[in-house]
């Protein structure tokens, strides 16, 4: 059973205690988006965490290369 199958099961079993609740297919929202409540909070905080990884991971890479490209021109100034 896929993981949207379980929480669309746990979602009408949870809509047969509080009477009519709405489907989960809300259209321009992606799958992994489909959970309510706490788990869509909960994947996108994991998403926000993921890109101010890749962020910061982008920028020690930048100033790595900067460092090192910085330090190639100071061998060829010693050298000229």
């Not at 379980?6 to 989960?24: C, F, H, Y």
């Amino acid at each position: 059973m896929s993981a949207r199958h379980g929480l669309s099961l746990w979602w009408r079993s949870l809509g047969a205690l509080w009477g009519a609740v709405p489907p989960l297919e809300t259209p321009g929202i992606p799958d992994e988006r489909m959970a309510v409540g706490p788990v869509g909070w909960v994947l996108e905080e994991h998403d926000r965490l993921v890109q101010a990884e890749q962020i910061a991971e982008n920028r020690r890479s930048e100033q790595a290369w900067l460092a090192e490209l910085e330090s190639q021109r100071a061998s060829r100034r010693r050298s000229s």
